[in-house]
């Protein structure tokens, strides 16, 4: 098969879509994966792509052959027309066009991460990297974050999306979702020492950007403020890795 060479072709023009614009990831309701390790997360989680680009000297043929085998559209592209569909400066020359992930929404979750307003594409990816890791039942996504299908957010993500459910969601929904948990705000100081919490209740746990503060919304919502001790003059750790450290003593104590 010769490879595709147009920028013009529909199908070359969705992908630049997808990669680029919010709203034809959410027109479509379709993503773009690029990369072996999303592609094969995507095909784990049962997930079928519309179609699969691939750069023709460059790719894991092995995947290719793969795709080809379960009968899945496969086409190859030129390096010029990869290149303008590429989100990655050292790209491993595949790109995958799926459904958006939808997981179930849990209808009685034990463990929820509210993000708040967190604008950071890679920030929210490390954050559904690490919800997924650490057992959270659902992410919910405030207005004012970052798409989380976003291509940075995706490839920070590592898979997750297909594992943990994230949802963008008014506070209105936030709040009629979390009634029955236990809801803890991360703060930089005062309120509960996050260690002293008891994780193995049912909660919901509120991050908020270090750069701008919790949200009124998310204040209101919040029954208790938590936080990370910390030595002195130093005044914030990155959201993300405050997220870590708490999800993970949720761990442990559910494994104690």
């Known amino acids: 098969m010769e490879p595709i060479a147009s920028l013009q072709n529909d199908k070359v023009k969705l992908a630049y879509g997808l990669q680029n614009r919010t709203r034809t990831r959410r027109k479509e309701r ?7 390790r999303l592609i094969r997360d995507a095909l784990i989680a ?6 699969v680009f691939y750069q023709h000297d460059n790719t894991d043929f092995e995947l290719v052959a793969e795709l080809q085998v379960r009968k899945f559209t496969v ?4 390096n010029e027309v990869f290149k303008h569909i590429s989100d990655t400066q050292n790209s491993q020359g595949i790109i995958g066009i799926f459904p958006l992930p939808m997981p179930p929404l849990p209808k009685n979750p034990k463990r929820v991460l509210i993000l708040d307003n967190l604008r ?3 920030n929210v990816g490390t954050m559904l990297r690490t919800a997924g890791a650490s057992g959270v039942d659902v992410v919910l996504l405030s207005p004012g974050c970052a798409d989380p299908y976003n291509p940075k957010t995706l490839r920070s993500g590592m898979g997750a ?8 969601a008014p506070w209105g929904d936030i709040a009629g979702y979390c009634e029955r948990l236990d809801v803890y705000l991360a703060t930089g100081e005062g309120g509960l020492r996050y260690d002293h919490v008891n994780w193995t209740e049912s909660w919901a746990l509120i991050i908020g950007s270090e750069a701008h503060g919790s949200s009124p919304d998310a204040e209101a919502l919040a029954e208790k403020h938590i936080f990370i001790p910390m030595a002195q003059q130093t005044e914030s750790i990155n959201a993300g890795v405050a997220a870590g450290v708490i999800l993970f003593e949720a761990v442990r104590q559910t494994l104690a």
């Open 161 to 168: 999306h297909f594992r943990v459910p994230v949802v963008d």
């Open 120 to 122: 950071d594409p890679g």
């Open 46 to 51: 049962k997930q079928k792509p519309e179609f």
């Open 75 to 78: 086409l190859p592209v030129t």
């Open 30 to 36: 379709k993503v773009v994966l690029e990369g072996v």
